[in-house]
């Protein structure tokens, strides 16, 4: 489908090539990606070297000149299908269609994700968009996503495929399900769609090979996600030309996993940030030997360096140091597991646990109302905080009477029972969001601990405009401990780096 076969409403304004890359640009640095000039001036001469024929090789290209990291790519492709679309405008013809014409989108539909025709794919999104996903009032109308998907229901179409693929009624490479598609810009600018564009599938029909049944319904799930993806673009793309890109790329675009908050994160994204925990450590461990390194040189000694500079003419062009080999510290951590706060818990002390070696030791405590040690299970367990989260409800004395966080009993246990854990090389740091349940705070304990720990640091997942609201106590504990902002693990890495002493 071309650009010409869209209606002339909704088309966006024009543009230079140049003003489009550096709002692209602009819009990745909103989410956090980091994006210097040199890149800019790299993804730049990426665009002058592969012109502006094929989509997909510019998509890679600029990738690879703008990102750092894996899990950057996911907000990467959200904001490039919205300043490099695939088309402009409408679907001409599409709005007259009826509810009735469901039925027949079903059916190509189900022949598309046999045949896995990504080109097939693309243009139905685009059709099933425009014919189910419309609401609003003429002139101020847009597009959801959400309601296309109600409507079509892509996924009551997986046992249908599955008995076709076995009965051989669907299935084969390619099918001529639709063709390619082009995308277009506003000044005159037009992207060919490369090789997804050629109308083929780039993968075979089922029940060819020696497939299991399941794997078979594993492939065809992963179809109808992908759908569900394109179906989302095409319905963020609409929006967009209508409320401008940079608005929908600040709103619409889902936050990498580094940067979501572990208050509101959901099963998916926990999942994704459980694959973070491994790179993140190496990472952090990395900075704090480094910065180990340059403590173990010391401070200056001016009279060495004075005497040295006798030979020089005065001049101290070798400065001596006092050398010191600081110990590695000891690492205490005191975590609430408690309701939501319990993801970020639990991924902090599997990040720790991951940095172990860069500590002469780590002990766990975790805590609802009573405190009990859990080194041995965040030791032992694996890299899944979830996991993590139910072994230590199950197997650790977390909780007497009631279930409900109580701080204040916690901090006093830990201060009477496990108070031999902290001594003047220990770091302690305290999780959670200081909420007692109007329970006493016992500030005293806390006080216990700090007087005998080389330093305490209180991370909260909560903003500080919530401190102090309700049954929250982090003003009363941030008067005797730092206490931090800690959402995201981004921020969390921040913080580790920069609190944990060498």
Not at 94 to 121: F, I, K, P
Not at 236 to 241: G, K, L, Q
Not at 272 to 300: D, H, N, W
């Amino acid at each position: 489908m071309s650009a010409g076969a869209r209606g002339a409403s909704g088309t966006t304004p024009a543009s230079t090539l140049p003003d489009r890359l550096t709002a692209f640009v602009r819009a990745l640095r909103g989410h956090g990606i980091r994006i210097g000039p040199g890149e800019t001036v790299d993804a730049a001469a990426v665009l002058a070297v592969l012109g502006l024929v094929d989509r997909e090789r510019i998509r890679e290209g600029l990738a690879a000149a703008l990102l750092r990291a894996d899990r950057q790519r996911a907000v990467f492709d959200a904001a490039f299908e919205l300043y490099f679309p695939l088309g402009v405008g409408e679907l001409a013809g599409a709005r007259g269609a009826s509810a009735g014409d469901r039925d027949e989108l079903r059916e190509r539909l189900a022949a598309a994700l046999a045949a896995n025709d990504t080109a097939a794919l693309t243009r139905l999104a685009a059709e099933a968009v425009e014919l189910f996903g419309r609401y609003g009032s003429p002139g101020s109308d847009g597009w959801s996503a959400h309601q296309t998907l109600d409507r079509l229901r892509p996924q009551t179409l997986l046992a249908r495929i599955l008995a076709d693929a076995r009965a051989g009624g669907v299935g084969g490479a390619g099918g001529g399900v639709g063709g390619g598609l082009r995308m277009g810009f506003g000044g005159g600018l037009a992207l060919g769609s490369g090789a997804a564009g050629a109308g083929g599938g780039s993968g075979a029909g089922l029940g060819a090979g020696g497939f299991t049944e399941r794997l078979d319904a594993d492939e065809i799930r992963r179809r109808i996600e992908d759908f569900r993806d394109r179906v989302r673009t095409e319905a963020r793309r609409r929006v967009a030309e209508r409320r401008g890109a940079e608005m929908i790329a600040e709103r619409g675009i889902a936050p990498s996993a580094d940067q979501v908050d572990f208050l509101v994160a959901n099963r998916e994204q926990l999942v994704e940030l459980r694959r973070t925990v491994q790179p993140l450590a190496r990472k952090l461990a990395t900075r704090l030997a480094a910065r180990r390194r340059r403590a173990a040189r010391g401070q200056i000694d001016i009279r060495r360096t004075l005497r040295r500079s006798l030979s020089t003419g005065g001049v101290p062009l070798r400065p001596a140091y006092r050398r010191h080999r600081p110990a590695r510290p000891e690492i205490v951590l005191l975590c609430d597991v408690s309701g939501s706060v319990a993801g970020f818990a639990n991924f902090t002390m599997l990040l720790v646990q991951a940095m172990r070696d860069q500590f002469s030791k780590v002990r766990v405590y975790a805590f609802v109302n009573r405190v009990d040690e859990v080194t041995r299970l965040v030791t032992t367990g694996q890299a899944d905080p979830a996991e993590l989260g139910r072994r230590i409800a199950t197997e650790a004395a977390i909780t007497g009477w009631h279930g409900s966080s109580d701080y204040g009993a916690a901090l006093g246990e830990f201060a009477e029972r496990h108070l031999d854990a902290v001594g003047p090389r220990t770091s302690v740091i305290v999780l959670g969001d200081a909420r007692t349940n109007g329970f006493d705070p016992n500030a005293e304990a806390l006080r216990r601990i700090v007087a005998r720990a080389r330093r305490v640091h209180w991370l909260n997942p909560e903003t500080p405009s919530t401190w102090g609201i309700g049954d929250s106590a982090a003003p009363v504990y941030a008067e005797i401990v730092d206490m931090h902002t800690c959402r995201n693990a981004r921020r969390l890495g921040e913080l580790v780096t920069r609190l944990l002493p060498v």
